[in-house]
């Protein structure tokens, strides 16, 4: 009977492989077409948030950027529209790809408030569905946002430094930085928090 188990076991395994290189093959000519499509103008931001989804799984986040590239040089409107996809991508890259952040994140102070503002109804929407048992998990959710919020300010920045702008911009970025928390009505976070920033990864 162990034997037996052995071997039922091994098979399960080996069908299970099977079945996942299947299924990535599939998701990799799925990615393929959409890349094409997009390429072509034959489809939208949803497919291009898709094809993102899909290098992120495949860990070839490289893809959705050249692909980004593409749509900049060929279709601006699209790139626009997908920008929100890769924007944090770009800011971590290289310098041509932070350029291309710059490029279409427009005025970094107004970009930054927007995303604070999101943030706040964020924050807002809490305050008003949490309970008291669940109240630690919404403080620890807005001292995340917090602390990606203050990352940003500092990334932008440092992006304001490199491109030799003008200084008082990116003064003004390091001082929201340093006072987030209180524009969001927060504890000062706790750097340690950062591994779990993951939870606020663009989607």
């Known amino acids: 009977m162990r034997g037996i188990s052995l071997f039922l076991s091994c098979l399960w395994l080996a069908c299970g492989a099977a079945y996942s290189d299947d299924?990535?093959?599939?998701?990799?000519?799925?990615?393929?077409?959409?890349?094409?499509r997009l390429e072509r103008g034959l489809a939208g931001e949803p497919v291009f948030a898709e094809v993102k989804s899909i290098n992120r799984k495949f860990k070839e986040e490289f893809r959705t950027v050249q692909l980004f590239q593409t749509l900049d040089?060929?279709?601006p409107m699209l790139a626009r529209r997908c920008f929100l996809h890769v924007r944090d991508i770009l800011l971590d890259?290289?310098?041509n790809e932070r350029a291309l952040f710059r490029k279409h994140a427009g005025d970094l102070l107004v970009y930054l408030q927007r995303q604070i503002d999101w943030a706040s109804k964020g924050n807002a929407l809490m305050d008003q569905r949490k309970s008291d048992k669940g109240a630690w998990v919404g403080e620890m959710m807005k001292s995340l946002q917090c602390l990606k919020l203050e990352k940003l300010a500092i990334k932008l920045a440092d992006l304001s430094n490199e491109l030799s702008e003008d200084p008082i911009i990116e003064k003004a970025l390091r001082q929201t930085a340093s006072k987030m928390h209180v524009i969001l009505g927060c504890e000062k976070p706790d750097p340690s928090l950062s591994p779990l920033l993951g939870l606020f990864s663009a989607r």
């Open 93 to 95: 890259g290289n310098p």
């Open 23 to 36: 299924l990535n093959a599939e998701l990799k000519a799925r990615r393929d077409r959409d890349t094409e």
């Open 73 to 75: 040089e060929k279709n």
